[in-house]
């Protein structure tokens, strides 16, 4: 399990979060929600190391994140970013990269690598993308592929930053029913989402980033009741119960806005 410890989080020594202390349990899909430029992708990109932490701690099972190798750590936290360089290869090798923390030296991919990045692509509905080149894919075919890669890594812990752009509606829920799965089977999942209404219906557990801080960390539906969401987002957040659970829209603030307490 992922552990973040009092985690000051930022760029050149002043912090965009201060104080952040966060599980990232096996088992649940946990949604980080929050205004632009709140530091969501900043928190994801410390979680795994690839910004170092202002103050406190990251642990990767008990174990602090500075003391492990990329490779030992790429083994327990795949990520999947949210914009990248297009690479001029097959959607398929871009998959396999998902293998190179497997891989010691020289770096010759093995069957089961083959294979794990077909189990990856078929799992991500990107199978039939497997010989086209990057560069020719749509930015949906892409964002699928990038999944892929992020499943070949085959990690305890998936973190996804805005998984769904340039997906259309059904691929969004497909991403989200994928999220879900991987929970399911005992992954931990950890999303960024602009998608207020999707993100509440599919987290375990949202964690609410503004103004610096973790503002609270619950389940959605004691998020929504809190109305917490209405004053970090400025809107009005609703909701009504269907068939398949609690639905959630947004409206416009009441005039004068949405108060704070
Ligand atoms: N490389 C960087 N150097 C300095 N400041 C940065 C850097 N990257 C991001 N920031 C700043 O850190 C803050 C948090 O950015 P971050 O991308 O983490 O926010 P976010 O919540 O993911 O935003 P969004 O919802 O818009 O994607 C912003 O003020 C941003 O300008």
Not at 45 to 61: C, D, F, H, N, Q
Not at 108 to 120: G, I, S, T, V, W
Request: include cysteine; charged fraction near 20%; charge should be neutral.
């Amino acid at each position: 399990m992922i552990e973040l410890r009092h985690l000051s989080a930022g760029y050149r020594g002043t912090p965009v979060l201060e104080d952040v202390t966060l599980t990232f349990p096996t088992g649940c899909v946990t949604v980080l929600l929050g205004p632009n430029g709140c530091g969501k992708t900043t928190l994801l990109k410390t979680a795994l190391g690839l910004l170092p932490p202002l103050s406190g701690e990251v642990l990767y099972g008990g174990v602090p994140l500075s003391s492990l190798s990329p490779a030992q750590a790429a083994r327990q936290a795949a990520y999947m970013a949210q914009s990248r360089n297009i690479p001029t290869i097959t959607a398929r090798r871009m998959v396999l990269h998902g293998r190179f923390p497997y891989l010691s030296f020289p770096r010759r991919y093995r069957k089961e690598d083959f294979e794990a990045a077909d189990r990856a692509l078929s799992a991500a509905d990107a199978l039939a993308l497997a010989e086209r080149p990057m560069q020719e894919l749509s930015g949906g075919q892409r964002q699928k592929v990038y999944l892929a890669m992020a499943l070949a890594q085959e990690t305890e812990s998936v973190f996804m930053d805005e998984p769904t752009t340039w997906l259309d509606v059904r691929h969004q829920l497909e991403v989200m029913r994928t999220a879900r799965a991987l929970a399911e089977n005992g992954r931990a999942v950890v999303l960024v989402s602009h998608d207020l209404c999707q993100s509440l219906r599919v987290a375990g557990r949202v964690a609410l980033l503004a103004e610096g801080r973790l503002q609270q960390l619950s389940a959605p539906e004691a998020l929504y009741e809190s109305g917490a969401l209405d004053r970090a987002f400025g809107v009005r957040v609703r909701r009504v119960e269907t068939e398949g659970g609690w639905q959630y829209y947004c409206e416009e603030p009441p005039e004068g806005g949405v108060h704070n307490g």
